[in-house]
């Protein structure tokens, strides 16, 4: 059964790393943390992967010394895979799809909502850690007990989208481009992921567990 969670927590990582990648093609906005990862990128002039890793290590320690309850395989899954598959779709798809269009970046952002919620799903129910930066809210929530885990959620994810936006700009970015970073697809991620991953779970994810017991 272990095993069964632990391949549902590979793939659902693997699933969400090609989904931000496709998020980075349709340019229409990334979920909050993947905005203050772009806008880290444009400043820091290392490979993403590499940064994801940095900066989730950071918020790993932070989880170390503030509480270890929320670490599992699956935070060190994330913390390793995640930003180097990102990475590697990006780059793939920049040599499949050259120059999209509008409706074309619009069915990329509608593909990468729903499979970052199917991904989602499957971390989720697996239940073997979570993210370091879902750790962040979670310690705020549940340990420093500093308000419920919906507001300071969204407290955390306003931080991450105003500091994104700020460093992209410092880094030497366009006011025009923010869109692309901080845009229509973080609002969807930030606020309405939430029945889709539940339709993921019910459907697909917790089927899954139940298949071999």
């Given at each position: 059964m272990r095993s069964r969670r632990i391949m549902m927590s590979l793939l659902g990582v693997i699933?969400?790393?090609?989904?931000?990648?496709?998020?980075k093609i349709a340019a229409l906005g990334v979920d909050p943390f993947q905005s203050l990862m772009s806008g880290l990128d444009a400043l820091i002039p290392i490979r993403f992967g590499t940064l994801y890793v940095i900066v989730n290590v950071v918020l790993l320690l932070f989880s170390v010394i503030a509480d270890r309850h929320y670490i599992g395989i699956a935070t060190f899954i994330n913390l390793f895979l995640l930003g180097y598959i990102t990475d590697f779709t990006y780059e793939f798809l920049q040599t499949v799809i050259v120059n999209p269009n509008m409706i074309v970046r619009v069915?990329?952002?509608?593909?990468?909502?729903?499979?970052?919620?199917?991904?989602?799903?499957?971390?989720?129910?697996?239940?073997?850690?979570?993210?370091?930066?879902?750790?962040?809210?979670?310690?705020?929530s549940n340990t420093w007990k500093?308000?419920?885990?919906?507001?300071?959620?969204?407290?955390?994810?306003?931080?991450?989208?105003?500091?994104?936006?700020?460093?992209?700009?410092?880094?030497?970015?366009k006011v025009s481009d923010?869109?692309?970073?901080?845009?229509?697809?973080?609002?969807?991620?930030?606020?309405?992921?939430?029945?889709?991953?539940?339709?993921?779970?019910?459907?697909?994810?917790r089927p899954m567990l139940k298949e071999k017991k």
């Open positions: 699933v969400c790393a090609i989904s931000v990648g496709i998020f069915i990329c952002l509608v593909v990468g909502v729903v499979i970052i919620c199917f991904g989602s799903a499957l971390y989720m129910t697996a239940d073997l850690g979570v993210s370091t930066y879902d750790a962040v809210a979670l310690v705020i500093k308000g419920k885990f919906q507001y300071v959620r969204i407290a955390t994810d306003l931080v991450c989208v105003i500091a994104g936006a700020t460093i992209f700009l410092i880094a030497g970015g923010i869109p692309t970073i901080v845009g229509v697809g973080t609002i969807i991620t930030a606020f309405f992921m939430g029945p889709l991953i539940e339709f993921f779970n019910v459907r697909v994810a």
